[in-house]
């Protein structure tokens, strides 16, 4: 009980410190903006965007999938500076130098991205409700808020692993961009998966996102929870496999680091 005891106190100081790190350089009427804003801004965009080319048809369609897609700004870029931070601000050989519990750093840094997260998606499905008329009236609104937080966790699970990368190369911000930019396609966020190439289809199929658009849409036609409950276990799934596959290079990575002495260097 007393080890159970320590690593929940580790993983609610490292979950904190490290997100009160990554923000603390934002006053918080930036943050705050950030938060309004920036989903108000995508969705004007893609819904107008994509309303326009169907001729006013299935705005909710746009309206839902970019709603939902926004909490990639938290699972992508958040996460991965939670994780690559340490690197750039000195502090990693102070971790790795520790004894505690690598898988309790490790997820922990993901755990308030994932609350930031799904309050993003809120905001923006706030945004669509008062200005963009969609209709969540026969949505059960129980199971999307379930919905948007297993998104949102498996967002963050594909957010560790580009984390790892970020301590393996300079460049991680420009594979984030793409990833980033790449979701709002391959998701379905704002293109029909079934619409897409094979190819395409396939690469969809093994994201994070894909599902949870799909979930979110089939309860604002009025679904029940049973009916996107699969969706939702496969959601969870992709989510945990990334995490994982991120976990084991977070640990091979400190192996390597500190057999070769490169905790500092790419």
């Known amino acids: 009980m007393n080890t159970i005891n320590k690593n929940l106190y580790l ?7 490290s997100y009160r790190a990554l923000f603390a350089w934002l006053r918080p009427v930036t943050y705050m903006a950030s938060k309004i804003l920036m989903p ?33 700004v938290s699972g992508i870029f958040g996460v991965t500076m939670s994780v690559g931070g340490d690197r750039d601000a000195g502090t990693l050989p102070y971790l790795f130098g520790t004894p505690s ?27 669509g409700v008062l200005l963009m008329g969609l209709d969540l009236s ?19 699970g594909l957010g560790l692993l580009m984390g790892c990368l970020s301590l393996l190369t300079a460049n991680v911000m420009f594979v984030n ?55 939702l276990v496969s959601e969870m799934g992709i989510g945990l ?6 976990y084991f290079l977070f640990s091979w990575f400190e192996t390597q680091a500190k057999q070769k002495g490169t905790l500092e260097t790419v």
């Open 177 to 231: 961009n793409f990833v980033y930019f790449s979701l709002l396609i391959f998701s379905g966020a704002n293109v029909e998966v079934t619409a897409l190439p094979a190819w395409m289809q396939f690469v969809s199929n093994i994201l994070p996102l894909t599902r949870g658009i799909a979930a979110s849409r089939a309860l604002a036609a009025g679904a029940s929870f049973s009916d996107i409950s699969p969706l």
């Open 11 to 17: 993983f609610w100081q490292g979950t904190m410190l």
């Open 138 to 156: 026969h949505t059960n609104l129980s199971a999307l808020g379930l919905t948007i937080l297993v998104t949102t966790f498996s967002t963050c």
């Open 40 to 72: 108000l801004a995508q969705m004007f965009f893609f819904v107008f965007l994509g309303s326009y080319a169907s001729n006013g048809k299935n705005v909710d369609f746009y309206v839902i999938g970019n709603a939902i897609q926004i909490t990639s």
């Open 241 to 246: 496999i990334y995490g994982l596959l991120g």
């Open 101 to 127: 519990n690598r898988f309790i750093i490790f997820f922990g840094r993901a755990f308030m991205h994932i609350i930031d997260g799904a309050i993003g998606v809120v905001i923006a499905l706030t945004w």
